[in-house]
């Protein structure tokens, strides 16, 4: 089974050139890597549904409740579930490029107090419990300040 680790920040923190940074380091080295960016926008259906979210064909991003948000990004990695297991079984190092806490960080974000932490673990046991995405060994956070992203 490989090293699952996730790349993760706020959007135009650097995550896909890290990711990928990463990856040609782990194949330089002699080891096998593999790659995968979440969402899927053009490989799943829930990542086609992603792209109409952001694009407002659903309404505002406003007025889209986070949890229905949730719904979208964790089933474009249930659809990719058999995608995943192959990496993991076919590499030493598998890297994401944003994964669940991504999911977590972006929609939780727009509640607060007990209602943000009702849905942090609701999404947990969706993406891990209910759909059986694997963990990740480690996640790394490229924690830069928006102004700078």
């Known amino acids: ?14 995550k896909g050139t890290q990711a990928q ?3 040609d380091r782990v194949c330089d080295s002699g080891k ?8 899927r926008y053009d490989d799943t259906r829930f990542g086609k549904a992603i792209g109409d979210f952001l694009n407002g064909r659903f309404g505002a991003l406003s ?4 949890q229905l948000a949730a719904l979208l990004y964790a089933g474009d ?6 995608v ?4 993991l079984n076919a590499a030493d190092v598998l890297i994401c490029d944003r994964y669940v806490p991504s ?3 972006h929609q939780a974000s727009k509640l607060t107090g007990d209602e943000r932490s ?3 673990n609701w999404i947990e046991e969706l993406e891990y419990g209910t759909y059986e995405l694997p963990r990740p060994d480690m996640v790394v956070l490229l924690d830069l300040p928006a102004r700078r992203a």
């Open 1 to 14: 089974m490989a090293l699952h680790i996730v790349v993760e920040g706020i959007d135009g923190s650097g």
């Open 21 to 23: 940074r990463l990856f």
């Open 32 to 39: 096998t890597a593999k790659l995968l960016s979440f969402p």
């Open 63 to 66: 007025e889209v409740h986070p």
């Open 77 to 82: 990695r249930f659809e990719s579930r058999a």
């Open 84 to 87: 995943i297991a192959d990496a």
């Open 103 to 105: 999911n977590i960080a």
């Open 118 to 120: 009702a849905l942090v």
